[in-house]
């Protein structure tokens, strides 16, 4: 399987309206330096199963029938915010699965057009589809919202964001798994206190201490991360994610 | 004083993701043919007004400090859906003015960020931003909404969408004035039973009677409107918008 990083940003995304940090204007310049609203593809034979809706220009990057299915991590704006166009699509119906949240975000489930919003996913409960499994584990932020651990042929890869921290039993189930890929919310530098609805990066070296994984990765990442990336260098085995970038896991 | 359509698609926009309809194969076809979200900008002398924000480009087309203000017709989120990147914004804070709408969209009230929701507009009461007389007209939709009556220097325009009819007020309001140009929504084609929150053709035309403007400029053109004028041709004095197009109003 593949996993494709669509988007790496933080809500604010990278460049900041207004902003003129070292970070934001090098993304002005360099369209790769740019951070979108935090997206993934999992991709593997046939199957292609998009991880949250925030980039809004998800009709012009999938025809009609690309995508098998739409994993929600929950609904905060920048991370279904592409759903509002994509759901009055004339084509056949996108499975939708996400975690147990009536709100959704504005009128998404009371007008879902194309988007068949499936039965909330249960906590470690898994989904097959093709040859992955895709088990939901809970995260800890300000909506319901699930991590994924992804896995096929033994080849295992948790995406976990968004989140402050790791619950005990996300973090439990975790660790019985050797040689795991951890796709991981980074929003902010190492911080005095650490911002509440996301990890900074202390929490996630801690993390990546305890569950001892063969890569971290860092994602949903804000300016101000860019912005100390760019005078610091990270532990070996914790990696920075980039929009674009591809992830083989064969 | 200039209006510029930004944006005179309904929700759906043109083309419609997954539609091959004549509209939407033409418009994916020639970018000039395509219908994004409805919106517009009102410039007069060093005056910008942005009437909307469901596009989701805004932080590349308007530099900081570009727009004076931000005036909504409502809340649903084909109108304000590209201002959920904006709020997040360092620079000035921008005044936004719309109708009395607590709910407002999703978190967007309750995260402003850098957007300054002013205190809901009060109907028939005018705003005067620079030589501009702006004055909110309700609407008639699912959603609390004003169109709006700009003036300057005896020149009027009326942008008045999303609406289905116009509520018995605002239309005795408007046909005090002569020489109006009048902007509209007009979703629909001629339809058997007129939309229910949305003029048909049939609906603007009977208001392009009564109320005998210069010009009636259509907007919020749903992808079946565009496959209707494809075959049929429109009074005079009824316009058809495009993205893009200028109204100059000196
Ligand atoms: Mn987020
Ligand atoms: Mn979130
Ligand atoms: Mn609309
Ligand atoms: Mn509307
Ligand atoms: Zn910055
Ligand atoms: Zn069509």
Known sequence: ???TFLGTGDVRQVPVYGCHCGACDAAREDDRLRRRP????LESDDKRVLIDGGL???AERFAPGDLNAILLTHYHVDHVQGLFHLRWGLNDSIPVYGPDDRDGCADLLKHPGILDFRAPLVPFVALIMGDVQITPLPLRHSKPTFGYLFERHGRRLAYLTDTVGLPPETEAFLKQYEDLEVV?????PPCAEPPRNHNDLSLVLGIHQRLQPRRTWL?????EMDV???QHSLPDAVCVARDNLEL???
Chains 1, 2 share one sequence.
Do not use: E, P, V
């Not at 935090?38 to 593809?41: E, F, I, R, Y």
């Not at 994602?219 to 300016?223: D, F």
């Open 1 to 3: 399987m593949k996993l």
């Open 38 to 41: 935090c997206s993934a593809l």
């Open 56 to 58: 809004t220009d998800l």
């Open 184 to 188: 991981i919310d980074c929003s902010q």
């Open 219 to 223: 994602t949903h990442l804000g300016h």
């Open 228 to 230: 100390w990336l760019q």
């Open 248 to 250: 083989m896991l064969y």
